[in-house]
T-cell receptor
Framework: QKEVEQNSGPLSVPEGAIASLNCTYS??????FFWYRQYSGKSPELIMS????GDKEDGRFTAQLNKASQYVSLLIRDSQPSDSATYLC????????????FGTGTKLQVIP | DAGVTQSPTHLIKTRGQHVTLRCSPI?????VSWYQQVLGQGPQFIFQ???????GRGNFPDRFSARQFPNYSSELNVNALLLGDSALYLC?????????????FGSGTRLTVV
């Protein structure tokens, strides 16, 4: 079983719609959760972090965490073509040292 | 403030050669982590250094080694290069050792082994 799983996509949404990206993880002891955005040919950029169950909103982005279900999601409201990128879910597994594990990423395409 | 700087940006090496990749973290950040990202995959953890000590090692062969210098810059060394080592190598900077506050990544070094 992969430690952090994401649907590779591509996920296509029309401009202005809500994009919903999902991620599951295997380690129940995981402490912190992140979403990174990676444009083609570029390095990942941190866009959201979440640590406790529930929702966390930042502008058009909302991260949702459910530790009981081992599930993290990212909602992007009013999707723009500039949001087209690969979104990486990352989880800090409880390993006694820094071990941040990334999923394979979901490619999002926002259609104008 | 300068971000995370990596050098070189691109590199072409022949199988069996050795390569050294360099990273300077954000000023004030004491933690450097190295990741390998193969095309179409997520970044894979290689090493983490904090205050010049190795704090974590991923599932990579002993051909991979790293170190951190007193100014917190870091080098990743790969010996006996294989075609499968072709990837984007990312350096990630953070101010703490726990990994709980996210990373700032450098622009990466694209390594091609031929």
């Amino acid at each position: 079983q992969k430690e952090v799983e994401q649907n590779s996509g591509p996920l296509s949404v029309p401009e202005g719609a809500i994009a919903s990206l999902n991620c599951t993880y295997s380690d129940r002891g995981s402490q912190s959760f992140f979403w990174y955005r990676q444009y083609s040919g570029k390095s990942p950029e941190l866009i959201m972090s979440i640590y406790s169950n529930g929702d966390k909103e930042d502008g058009r982005f909302t991260a949702q965490l459910n530790k009981a279900s081992q599930y993290v999601s990212l909602l992007i409201r009013d999707s723009q073509p500039s949001d087209s990128a690969t979104y990486l879910c990352a989880v800090n597994m409880d390993g006694g040292y820094q071990k941040v594990t990334f999923g394979t990423g979901t490619k999002l395409q926002v259609i104008p | 403030d300068a971000g995370v700087t990596q050098s070189p940006t691109h590199l072409i090496k022949t199988r069996g050669q050795h390569v050294t990749l360099r990273c300077s973290p954000i000023s004030g950040h004491k933690s450097v982590s190295w990741y390998q990202q193969v095309l179409g995959q997520g970044p894979q953890f290689i090493f983490q250094y904090y205050e010049k000590e190795e704090r974590g090692r991923g599932n990579f062969p002993d051909r991979f080694s790293a170190r951190q210098f007193p100014n917190y810059s870091s080098e990743l060394n790969v010996n006996a290069l294989l075609l499968g080592d072709s990837a984007l190598y990312l350096c990630a900077s953070s101010w703490d050792s726990t990994g709980n506050y996210g990373y700032t990544f450098g622009s990466g070094t694209r390594l091609t082994v031929v």
